[in-house]
């Protein structure tokens, strides 16, 4: 009777024990499991997907860069530039201008193993030493000191130049015709070929604003301008899918920026000299080199240019502006140009180069001082540039600006401490003017401070980049120099 009684309590202690626990049903366990399931499909959809895609681009690619190779091979090329290459002649191109026109480049690279493949005579690249953010105006300057035929200089065949992607929408079609026109008396012989940057479909930088400017300006000295712009938008419907993918991009390029300059190569020609669009340049336009071996030591850190160098120049008690060139150190360069005691341009650089505007339009009486905040920088000091002022409404603005630190002295009493300075070699001409906050505001690269009140240029700027994005329809960017007045 006991052992039945503890049976009892075991089996009752077991249910109790057993009680509220239910097994789960197959929905149940089907539910747990279905996010699981569902994540796994997904992750197994993306993968195909993205494998898919990735074979696309690659095959695109591949059928891009076979279908270049193809259509190059064999085919008969008319023009003086492929006789000379046909009879194994050097063929000596110039390339004058900003980061987009290299030597090393995908395009200019591919047409120059092409070319020499085809035919016995080689592509020589002149590459103007130029700064990747060079504007019309660095080009015009880099001419200055080019003579043909002496010095080793070798006269081009032909002369590839882009800019218009770091200059000011102001002054742009004023430096640009006068480089073209510097060009042409330079090199009367020489064909032509203006490029527009592909650049000009994006809504950064000033390329689309310059565009239709370079194109009317070509045209008046009746040369033709090659678009890249509009061969990404005649040859892609989707030009954000190829210029946002590198490996797809370079392989566009391969194919359609070499047969598009291939094609213009065959019809070159010099331009021809007309009346300039521009009236001011009606009037003789100046640019006098002072180099550095023209300066005299003002200290550790500054060069002086006295009154008898100006006189020399024919530069005394004339008005103009000035521009810099000069190498640079690795990490931030420094200086100031001070004209009569004035500080009338400043300048925080970095890069390997630098050559452009320095200061606004200026009058010259006595000195010019040129103040680096290292020896190196003023060992680096090539030459600076007086260029014949440009009385335009907006005032002088190429290349990013800032515009000049107010100097709370008069000229007269600044010019007074300057003078006492001067029987002292170790003075140091930046301490003679008390720096305002804008003065030691840093800038980005290739920053020059100019002298112009920059406020108008900027808004500008911002109105026209504002809502503006890729253009997406060939058309448009095909005809969006039709209507342009010339």
Same mark, same amino acid.
């Given at each position: ?14 249910? +109790? ?11 149940? /366990? ?83 193993? %092409?070319?020499? +493949? ?30 043909? @035929?002496? &010095? @080793? ?32 008396? &330079? ?12 650049? $000009? ?11 239709? $400017? ?33 490996? %797809? ?77 000069? $190498? ?12 009569? @005691? ?41 030459? %600076? ?13 190429? @290349? /990013?600006?800032?515009? %000049? ?82």
């Amino acid at each position: 009777m006991e052992k039945m009684q503890d049976m009892q309590e075991i089996q009752n202690d077991g249910e +109790k024990k057993s009680y509220g626990k239910k097994r789960k049903s197959p929905l149940g /366990i089907f539910l747990t499991m279905l996010p699981l399931i569902l994540a796994t499909i997904a992750v197994f959809f993306v993968y195909r997907y993205g494998k898919r895609i990735i074979a696309e681009r690659d095959s695109h690619n591949k059928a891009l860069i076979h279908e270049a190779a193809a259509s190059s091979t064999g085919v008969e090329r008319e023009g003086a530039v492929f006789e000379k290459l046909k009879k194994g002649e050097d063929l000596h191109i110039l390339l004058l201008g900003d980061e987009g026109l290299r030597a090393d480049s995908i395009f200019l690279s591919k047409m120059k193993d %092409l070319l020499e +493949k085809e035919y016995s005579g080689k592509i020589v690249y002149e590459e103007a030493t130029l700064p990747n953010n060079a504007t019309a105006l660095s080009g015009y300057l880099f001419l200055q000191t080019q003579e043909p @035929g002496e &010095k @080793g200089n070798q006269k081009p065949d032909l002369v590839f130049f882009l800019f218009g992607e770091h200059d000011e929408s102001f002054t742009f079609p004023y430096y640009y015709e006068l480089l073209l026109r510097l060009i042409m008396e &330079k090199y009367p012989d020489t064909g032509i070929l203006p490029i527009i940057s592909y650049k $000009a479909l994006l809504p950064e930088g000033q390329s689309r604003v310059n565009a239709t $400017a370079l194109e009317n300006i070509v045209k008046h000295y009746s040369l033709e301008s090659l678009n890249l712009a509009a061969v990404v938008a005649k040859q892609e419907e989707n030009p954000e899918k190829v210029l946002g993918n590198q490996e %797809l991009f370079q392989a566009f390029q391969e194919k359609y920026f070499v047969s598009s300059i291939l094609s213009a190569m065959q019809t070159l020609k010099p331009g021809e000299m007309a009346a300039p669009i521009n009236p001011i340049l009606e009037e003789v336009r100046e640019c006098i080199a002072i180099p550095a071996s023209l300066w005299s030591d003002y200290g550790n850190t500054a060069l002086l240019l006295a009154e008898e160098e100006l006189d020399k120049l024919s530069l005394k008690g004339r008005h103009g502006i000035f521009a810099l060139s000069t $190498a640079l150190h690795g990490g931030e360069n420094k200086g100031n140009l001070y004209v009569d @005691g004035i500080p009338e341009g400043k300048y925080s650089l970095t890069g390997d180069f630098y050559l452009g505007v320095l200061s606004r339009d200026v009058k010259i009486r006595r000195q010019l001082i040129l103040n680096f905040e290292t020896e190196e920088e003023k060992k680096n000091f090539q030459s %600076l540039y007086y260029i014949s002022p440009i009385p335009l409404e907006k005032g002088l603005t190429n @290349g /990013i600006a800032l515009a %000049l630190p107010e100097v709370e002295s008069s000229p007269a009493e600044t010019a007074e401490g300057n003078s006492e300075g001067e029987s002292s070699t170790d003075t140091n001409p930046e301490s003679k003017t008390e720096k305002s906050d804008a003065e030691s505001a840093s800038e980005k690269n290739g920053t020059v401070a100019s002298g112009t009140d920059n406020k108008a240029s900027s808004d500008s700027k911002t109105s026209e980049k504002s809502g503006e994005g890729l253009v997406e329809s060939s058309e448009e960017i095909i005809g969006i120099y039709d209507d342009a007045p010339n």
